[in-house]
């Protein structure tokens, strides 16, 4: 949210903060190892990430008066693909859309951030403790004791 609210604070052109931001080797919010986005296909230019669209769509219907700032963070995500095809628009840039338009502070988002990411992380560890044997890595084995089959 600090990159996004950066580029909407600052920069009018998009390709050059992008340009910017992928010199420095820091840029958040793109790039999904599921939904990965295909360097042929700009039918989306949020990449194929489906919950992105989900957001963006319910921060457009929800939030009409914000349709601005929604534009331009469509457009830096579609900077991200022009510079980097294979880098579609992930749910943490979703997310900071949907910050954004309920202006929120980056402080406070993060805590948003949290929670919104807490039923997964349980999910995985269930998932890697029960289902998926072989997936079992650190840090959980010093952490979470494995039943033993």
């Known amino acids: 949210m600090r990159q996004t609210g950066e580029y909407l604070d600052g920069s009018e052109n998009p390709d050059d903060y992008v340009a910017h931001l992928l010199k420095s080797g820091k840029i ?3 790039g999904h190892r599921i939904h990965k986005t295909d360097v042929n ?15 963006i769509e319910a921060c457009r219907e929800g939030f009409p008066e914000k349709s601005i700032i929604i534009d331009r963070l469509v457009a830096y995500a579609a900077a991200v693909r022009r510079a980097h095809p294979n880098l579609g628009a992930n749910t943490d840039f979703g997310a900071s859309v949907l ?12 805590g948003f951030f949290a929670a919104f990411r807490s039923p997964g992380i349980c999910a995985q560890i269930v998932n890697e403790l029960d289902v998926k044997g072989n997936s079992r890595r650190p840090p959980f084995p010093p952490v979470l004791p494995y039943p033993k089959r």
Do not use: Q
């Not at 230019?45 to 919950?51: A, S, T």
């Not at 954004?100 to 980056?106: K, R």
């Open 99 to 110: 910050f954004h338009v309920l202006d929120l502070s980056a402080n406070i988002a993060v």
């Open 28 to 30: 958040y919010g793109f």
């Open 41 to 55: 296909d700009f039918s989306d230019v949020l990449g194929k990430d489906p919950r992105v669209s989900l957001y």
